[in-house]
C-alpha cells in the first residue's frame, strides 16, 4: 500500500523570457522619467544624451512588446506577466509616439 498513489505536483515554471517585457517595460520607464527630468532640468533645450535615452526607450518598449507578443503565441506557461508587459510596453510606445508627432 505504501506505493499504490502516486501524486506529481506540477511547478509553475513561467520559462525564461516571460518576464523579458515586463524588465524592457521598466527599463524603458525609467529612460522615459530621466529623459523627462534632464529635459526640464535644462528647461527644454536637452542635449543629445536626452534624445538618445528617449530612443533607446522607444526601442526598449517596442522590442517588450513584439516579445511580449512572442511569448503568448507560445505554449501555456504563465500568460500574466507577458500579457501586463505586452499592454505596458504598449503604453509606452503609444506615449513616445505621442511625444515625438508633437514635438514635430
Not at 44 to 66: D, E, M, R, T, W
Request: glycine residues 16%; aromatic residues 8%.
Amino acid at each position: 500500500m505504501k506505493g499504490r498513489y502516486r501524486f506529481s505536483i506540477k511547478k509553475d515554471d513561467s520559462g525564461s523570457g516571460s518576464r523579458r517585457s515586463l524588465y524592457c517595460f521598466l527599463a524603458s520607464l525609467a529612460a522615459l522619467a530621466a529623459g523627462i527630468v534632464l529635459s526640464f532640468v535644462h528647461r527644454g533645450n536637452g542635449p543629445g544624451y536626452v534624445g538618445a535615452l528617449g530612443l533607446c526607450s522607444l526601442i526598449l518598449a517596442a522590442f517588450g512588446l513584439f516579445s511580449g507578443l512572442k511569448q503568448l503565441k507560445g505554449p501555456e506557461r504563465g500568460r500574466l506577466s507577458p500579457l501586463a508587459g505586452t499592454l505596458l510596453c504598449g503604453v509606452i510606445a503609444i506615449i513616445w509616439l505621442v511625444l515625438i508627432v508633437s514635438g514635430i
